[in-house]
């Protein structure tokens, strides 16, 4: 080999060793935490999709549980009570205002519809398969999605309706959820993920039931096929039962299953996302790009400088080191857009890592309310259980009332007859008292025809009219107070019968209270449940925001690797920059 050979291989091997070293060292430390941080990312999407429907079903349930409580559906005198078109008023109340529900049935454990909103004539649901699931397994119950008459998925779900103190069956409360509003859901759920982190251009996401059948997809034509078509292996990512990521030829493939809550049946669905490699790992390629130029760039450099010695001519020689100067600044002008752009990156990781421990702090927050709501709620139906004893001891006074009540009138009808007799006896002692004043008068005068001899008996007869006459006013006056007596008895007796029907009214009035205090004790029993459900949802977002957090704090500390490598390269690239400067001097 020639001199002039010698001399550019070995300018070549001494400007390229140091920067593929540098560059090679670069990459073996930032490809990992690019790579992870990017699968993470993919992850975290995945397990909030899964979250919020998991959420969604739960909230399902609770709408569902408050249904099958209400007075209307399980209290057999507010039922009588109530016109039918008053109950399906309250039963349509509550399904528009929770906009997801397409409708609301209440039927009997033979199918037979009782109540239905909004009312479209549908009589018996006894053919049902949701219906006869949650007759068999006497729980809550989620139906694959189907499609309806206008092609669109929908979602049935149900559960039974039971008496609150025996548990006795009563019947079954169903509902029909659209899929479009899950998906709506999904997408509220996701949007601050998507905007604080990366965001896609051909990102592809499916909503899987148990059958391995799409429900839900970005592209609308794959709804209602299998799953197996798109990823071949995807029964091998559902059995791992567990958030799951690999590369699948030109795609990165998460799967992540959805979770449902104590007491429902397990539903099998999955999350599934699909990201394009070239997009998910171009950190990584564009490194080895910026790494393939910076070598490229200095061995021509190097083999123009070597070339410049061996031909030993000073002008060849200012120009090259011009040359090296100037692919020198442009690369490191591409150096320094790709720092920015890692800062840039850098920076936004770091946001959002902020942004997520501002939510972890707002979950943990509304757990510990959530906590605090399902106390006071139980404190509140210690309360109102105190109630129910306090209106049962007040029934059971005004029964007392009313019996005592009824013994007084029975008493006072008692006294008026007594009195009634009294009166009789009044009106014989005057009639006599009348007589022997006519016998005295009579006694007189046969006395003043006897002449000397009949004065005494004249005497005795004048005395005998005397007390005729005082036994008849006496008389009179006893006929006076026994009226008055009667009259008061009178008036006694319809105060008492006013008495009795007003203890009767309270009686009625406690007994409705007691009722009152029944549905309120039920409601609030229905709250203290609700609420604990609420904490423990709560509970589980806050572990969520913590491993997207992790992961997040994984991509910032990998992404300030990546800054440190770049800054590296950067300043060899200004050290050469400073030596072809210096040799053009030189010349």
Do not use: C
Request: proline share 2%; glycine share 8%.
């Amino acid at each position: 080999m020639s001199l002039r050979n010698q001399l550019i291989a070995f300018s070549i091997v001494m400007g390229t060793v140091p920067i593929i070293a540098t560059g090679t060292i670069s990459y073996l430390i930032t490809n990992p935490s690019l790579e992870n941080a990017a699968i993470s990312y993919q992850q975290a999407r995945a397990i909030a999709m899964s979250n919020r429907i998991s959420q969604t079903l739960s909230d399902i349930r609770g709408d569902i549980r408050a249904v099958s409580g209400l007075g209307i559906v399980v209290n057999p005198k507010i039922i009588a009570a109530t016109p039918q078109d008053e109950k399906e008023r309250v039963l349509e109340s509550f399904r528009t205002s929770k906009k997801i529900y397409a409708d609301l049935i209440v039927a009997d454990t033979k199918g037979n519809v009782l109540l239905q909103a909004p009312t479209n004539n549908t009589f018996s649901i006894a053919n049902d398969l949701l219906f006869q699931q949650v007759i068999k397994f006497k729980g809550f119950a989620v139906s694959m999605p189907q499609l309806d008459r206008d092609g669109q998925y929908l979602i049935e779900a149900g559960r039974p309706v039971e008496t609150l103190n025996t548990g006795e069956l009563l019947g079954v409360v169903q509902t029909k959820i659209s899929v479009n509003e899950i998906e709506r859901l999904l997408k509220e759920a996701t949007l601050l993920l998507a905007e604080s982190g990366r965001n896609y251009q051909q990102e592809s996401y499916y909503i899987i039931d148990g059958k391995g059948e799409i429900f839900i997809a970005t592209e609308k034509s794959l709804l209602g096929q299998n799953v197996s078509g798109i990823v071949e292996n995807y029964q091998e990512l559902q059995a791992a039962g567990k958030p799951v990521s690999q590369e699948l030829r030109d795609k990165l493939v998460t799967y992540v299953p959805i979770t449902t809550g104590e007491g429902m049946e397990k539903i099998e669905w999955g999350v599934l996302i699909l990201n394009h490699t070239d997009e998910v790992f171009a950190a990584q390629r564009n490194l080895v790009l910026a790494l393939v130029g910076l070598v490229i760039g200095t061995g021509v450099a190097m083999s123009a400088i070597a070339a410049w010695v061996a031909n030993g001519t000073t002008s060849s020689l200012n120009d090259i080191a011009t040359a090296i100067a100037e692919s020198s600044t442009e690369i490191a002008a591409t150096m320094e857009q790709q720092e920015r752009t890692v800062n840039h990156q850098a920076t936004a990781v770091n946001q959002t890592t902020t942004t997520m421990n501002q939510l972890g702090t707002s979950s943990r927050h509304s757990a510990s309310q959530a906590e605090a709501s399902a106390t006071g709620a139980k404190k509140v139906l210690s309360l109102g259980d105190r109630g129910m004893k306090a209106v049962e001891n007040t029934s059971s006074g005004m029964n007392t009332i009313r019996e005592k009540a009824g013994d007084t009138a029975g008493q006072i009808l008692h006294l008026s007859e007594i009195a009634s007799q009294i009166s009789s006896i009044s009106t014989i002692i005057s009639d006599i008292a009348n007589r022997t004043n006519i016998l005295a008068l009579n006694a007189g005068v046969e006395a003043v025809r006897a002449g000397e001899h009949g004065k005494g008996f004249g005497v005795v007869a004048s005395e005998i009219r005397k007390l005729a006459d005082q036994s008849k006013n006496s008389a009179e006056k006893i006929v006076a107070l026994v009226l008055d007596i009667q009259n008061a008895i009178n008036l006694t007796v319809m105060m008492t019968d006013e008495t009795i029907k007003t203890v009767e009214s309270g009686v009625q009035i406690v007994g409705e209270t007691s009722t009152a205090f029944t549905g309120v004790r039920d409601a609030i029993n229905e709250i203290v449940m609700s609420t604990q459900q609420i904490s423990l949802n709560a509970q589980q977002q806050v572990q969520a925001i913590e491993q997207v957090v992790d992961a997040m704090n994984t991509l910032n500390g990998a992404a300030r690797e990546t800054v440190g490598g770049i800054s590296n390269v950067k300043t060899r690239v200004q050290q050469l920059q400073i030596a072809a400067q210096n040799l053009k001097q030189m010349i």
